[in-house]
């Protein structure tokens, strides 16, 4: 087994350093330029997905030139045994790590038709299983341009070379107005929309009735987990959409330490529902792009004012619009 495949396996199992160092001995060997025989392809897209994945530029830039003259195709396994996508696909996510954000969207688009026309369920798998990808240190490089883009029921995010789509949510709306301006305090009652619900909070709910919505809750969140499982997102979107009914009323009928009330200021629900928004957001990024998990923990500061201060300069493009084809 050559290089390129060791690699490639070493990522699969987590140990990213020594994938690192095993792809630049498969450049340094010069087996980029091995014959072109019918396994070719998609083990060229498989490292291609790896030197995004370990920071690898030069290699990245490499095998971009080798597979555009592809773009049109598919990655079969030899046999026919697996089709991983359209090499467009491919070449999108290595024109987003190359910083050519242009090329990388109509790579996209052209993969996306394409995977449309030929019945392709979902999109390719990543190399690396989200909840196995390891949170690297993040030079500057790799987190000076990044995106979030909304595709109506999904977000579609961008942050150091990689690119995962997150489920659509009130706390991941309000991550896009933070990260939309950088070092700048957002009052919570903006994040909620600059909606004031009132200084009464109407009637009050007993600890049994509290305990209940709890139970529910913690159902409603396995439930929509099961449902994104199992690729059903009506079931996930009935799902959130009672869960965030339940949250409110809650944040809106108990006070600190558990206290139930019948009264306060919106800002401090709103302080209230901000956060648990954002946090289970972040939650959901972590399964998906532990990384971009990692920094929004490190950046991202909730309360009555709350800020996206980031660990190292990001610049991000927001696009919370959904515009559809």
């Not at 532990?290 to 709350?306: F, I, K, Q």
Request: overall charge negative; hydrophobic content about 40%; aromatic content about 6%.
């Amino acid at each position: 087994m050559t290089a390129g495949p060791r690699a490639v396996a070493a990522a699969q199992t987590g140990d990213d350093e020594t994938a690192r160092v095993l792809l630049s001995q498969w450049v340094a060997a010069r087996m980029h330029e091995r014959p072109r025989d019918s396994e070719w392809l998609p083990e060229t897209a498989q490292l291609a997905q790896l030197a995004v994945h370990v920071g690898a530029r030069d290699v990245a830039a490499i095998l971009f030139e080798q597979l555009a003259p592809f773009a049109h195709r598919f990655c079969v396994e030899g046999i026919g045994a697996a089709v991983t996508g359209s090499v467009d696909w491919y070449l999108a996510l290595l024109a987003r790590f190359l910083d050519r954000a242009e090329e990388a969207s109509a790579h996209e688009a052209r993969a996306r038709a394409a995977h449309d026309r030929a019945g392709f369920v979902g999109d390719p798998p990543p190399l690396v299983p989200p909840r196995l990808a390891q949170a690297r240190p993040i030079s500057a490089t790799a987190t000076g341009a990044a995106s979030l883009v909304r595709e109506g029921p999904t977000w579609a995010v961008t942050f150091a070379g990689r690119t995962a789509r997150l489920r659509d949510s009130k706390g991941l709306a309000g991550l896009a107005m933070l990260l939309a301006h950088p070092e700048k305090d957002v009052h919570c009652l903006e994040l909620m929309g600059g909606r004031d619900v009132g200084a009464d909070t109407g009637p009050l709910i007993d600890l049994q009735a509290r305990r209940a919505y709890e139970s529910r809750i913690r159902d409603l969140q396995e439930d929509i987990d099961e449902a994104r499982d199992i690729g059903d997102p009506l079931r996930a979107e009935r799902a959130e959409l009672e869960l965030d009914a339940l949250v409110q009323h809650l944040t809106e009928a108990f006070g600190l330490a558990g206290r139930s009330r019948t009264g306060g200021s919106a800002s401090e629900r709103a302080r209230s529902a901000v956060g648990w928004r954002i946090r289970a957001a972040v939650r959901h990024a972590d399964e998906e792009h532990p990384e971009l998990a990692r920094h929004l923990r490190n950046s991202v500061r909730t309360g009555t004012w709350c800020s996206y201060r980031p660990e190292s300069p990001v610049e991000w493009t927001v696009d919370p619009r959904h515009n559809p084809a």
